[in-house]
């Protein structure tokens, strides 16, 4: 005993004291994450169907983590802006980006970004996905899938379809389908899917993709008539339209779907990343949470940060060999 106290002493401790209270003080000091709010950046605006799942998930997360979780919306240049910032943000799991199937079509489509989405940023989770539909307007002949390919066919490339701009996944889905059933339609890229959808169901161009929620009041108001939905199956959404893959509009398996997920910086500690992915399966399987998403039109996906890495890397290369072949370039 004495001995110690000369050791604590030697060490400018108080006599009678244990060093081992003071050598546990360090690991003491570090609280388990979060200890403080997370910030969830939205590549979107507010309002939008993706700032809208987003916030359904960060509400459910935040009583899991038992941190609140702030939502902060972002938009701009495709979801590069918000990207960009979460890259170069403190990797400690602090700030998260919510992002969507544009940050892997951007690698491709612009010729330099101030970021790697590979490189510069950790995959959480993939966290839904929503299936697209292509509609017409209701002027048009087409009611079916059979009926568009015939008449995409016959129309000598006189057709004009709308996007959200040069590159989105509502551009990219028009392109693969008429290039599947061998067709040529003029494309006319606006800013943004609103004016795109507005548009189509004004009459000034003849079709357009957009996701199935966004379009589905149309739809049920008969200003647009929907053709076929881009999942690999039907969504409940739309139980009476058939989806691309089995109406022969694109191949057997064929899905695309505007997903969506979670980033952080790179070099966030790997405890962080486990601890905020199994906050977003935890959201996930709730079926308040799975319940609110479906009337988005989004389907629960979930996964570990490994399932999101290979997936986020398959779409990048998907989506290259797309961007490239359409010519689709941006600034």
Do not use: C
Request: charged share 20%; hydrophobic share 45%; no cysteine.
């Amino acid at each position: 005993m004495r001995r110690r106290n000369v050791l604590a002493l030697a060490a400018g401790f108080p006599a009678g004291l244990s060093t081992g209270l003071f050598l546990a003080r360090p690991a003491l000091a570090q609280a388990p994450f979060p200890a403080r709010p997370v910030r969830l950046v939205v590549a979107f605006p507010a309002g939008g169907p993706t700032d809208v799942v987003a916030r359904i998930l960060a509400e459910r997360m935040a009583r899991e983590l038992g941190q609140p979780m702030v939502v902060e919306n972002r938009g701009g240049a495709n979801g590069n802006i918000a990207a960009d910032a979460v890259a170069k943000s403190d990797p400690d799991g602090y700030t998260l980006l919510y992002n969507t199937s544009s940050i892997a079509i951007s690698r491709a489509l612009y010729r330099s970004l101030s970021y790697d989405l590979l490189r510069d940023l950790a995959p959480v989770a993939l966290t839904a996905a929503a299936p697209l539909a292509l509609v017409v307007h209701p002027a048009q002949p087409p009611r079916d899938p059979a009926g568009f390919i015939a008449w995409a066919r016959g129309s000598g490339g006189r057709i004009s379809y709308s996007s959200g701009g040069v590159g989105n996944i509502s551009h990219l889905l028009s392109f693969l389908v008429m290039r599947h059933i061998g067709a040529e339609a003029v494309h006319v890229p606006y800013r943004g899917t609103a004016a795109a959808l507005v548009d189509t169901a004004a009459g000034n161009v003849q079709f357009t993709s957009d996701t199935v929620v966004t379009t589905l009041p149309l739809i049920r108001e008969g200003r647009v008539r929907a053709i076929a939905v881009s999942s690999a199956e039907r969504t409940p959404l739309l139980p009476e339209v058939p989806s691309m893959a089995e109406s022969g509009m694109m191949p057997p398996g064929f899905e695309v779907g505007a997903w969506q997920g979670i980033l952080a910086p790179a070099r966030t500690p790997p405890a962080a990343i486990a601890r905020l992915n199994a906050a977003v399966r935890t959201a996930l399987a709730d079926p308040e949470v799975a319940a609110r998403l479906a009337a988005q039109g989004a389907r629960p996906t979930g996964g570990t940060p490994e399932d999101y890495s290979g997936y986020l890397r398959e779409e990048a290369e998907r989506w290259a060999d797309v961007v490239k072949e359409s010519g689709a370039t941006a600034e």
